[in-house]
Nanobody
């Protein structure tokens, strides 16, 4: 199983970016997907998460600015980031709890990070 993230970049404060992450491999189901971020010198933190049923959870710092969504048919999760602030600068990581087809266990997977830089 692989998670492939894309969509990071450099943007000015107040701008927008959209991150995407697609899971591939021997997937039976994906109960939850989400995005974490890690800024230099800081711990990795949850940004937003979404279940297969569409329930969402956001960090207080991004509520009202970021929107997480997913396309279950495409095993893809999106993070629409609006009104970006310099403090949103971090490496963003995709995360998913995936139930495999071969072994019906649910495992935690991480994608490669994608850099988001917001200039002031």
């Amino acid at each position: 199983v692989q998670l492939q993230a894309s969509g990071g970049g450099l943007v000015q404060a107040g701008g927008s970016l959209r991150l995407s992450c697609t899971a591939s491999g021997s997937i039976f189901s994906i109960p939850a997907m989400g995005w974490y971020r890690q800024a230099p010198g800081k711990q990795r933190e949850l940004v937003a998460a979404i279940t297969s049923g569409g329930s969402t959870n956001y960090a207080d710092s991004v509520k009202g600015r970021f929107t997480i969504s997913r396309d279950n048919a495409k095993n893809t999760v999106y993070l629409q980031m609006n009104s970006l602030k310099p403090e949103d600068t971090a490496v963003y990581y995709c995360n998913a709890d995936i139930t495999l087809t071969v072994v019906r266990g649910t495992y935690d997977y991480w994608g490669q990070g994608t850099q988001v830089t917001v200039s002031s």
